[in-house]
Nanobody, 115 residues
Framework: VQLVDSGGALVQPGGSLRLSCVAS????????MSWYRQAPGNERELVAS????????SYGDFVKGRFLISRDNTKNTVYLQMNALKPEDTAIYYC?????????WGQGTQVTVSA
């Protein structure tokens, strides 16, 4: 299983970013995919999850309609569209899945929201 995260950047407050995670080594369409984030000094927290075919999504309370998780099973890719970014969204964002009861993580992509 390999997950490769990308798309992080420095962005101004109120700006937008789209993160991507390309998966390989397993049957992507069979598994729930998630995005987590971890800010310095904080525990890793769940940002969003999406079901196998994208019909069900869930979000952390802090998202409040600003983010959208999606997936393209033809490209083995999951996305996180982030809008109205705030300084408190600054963190390393990780793609994740659980295959055969084991958690797998991407390498992380840094998102920094600052003026």
């Amino acid at each position: 299983v390999q997950l490769v995260d990308s798309g992080g950047a420095l962005v101004q407050p109120g700006g937008s970013l789209r993160l991507s995670c390309v998966a390989s080594g397993f049957t992507f369409s069979n598994y729930v995919m998630s995005w987590y984030r971890q800010a310095p000094g904080n525990e890793r927290e769940l940002v969003a999850s999406i079901s196998h075919y994208g019909g069900t999504t869930s979000y952390g309370d802090f998202v409040k309609g600003r983010f959208l998780i999606s997936r393209d099973n033809t490209k083995n890719t999951v996305y996180l569209q982030m809008n109205a970014l705030k300084p408190e969204d600054t963190a390393i964002y990780y793609c994740s899945t659980k295959v055969f009861f084991q958690n797998y993580w991407g390498q992380g992509t840094q998102v920094t929201v600052s003026a």
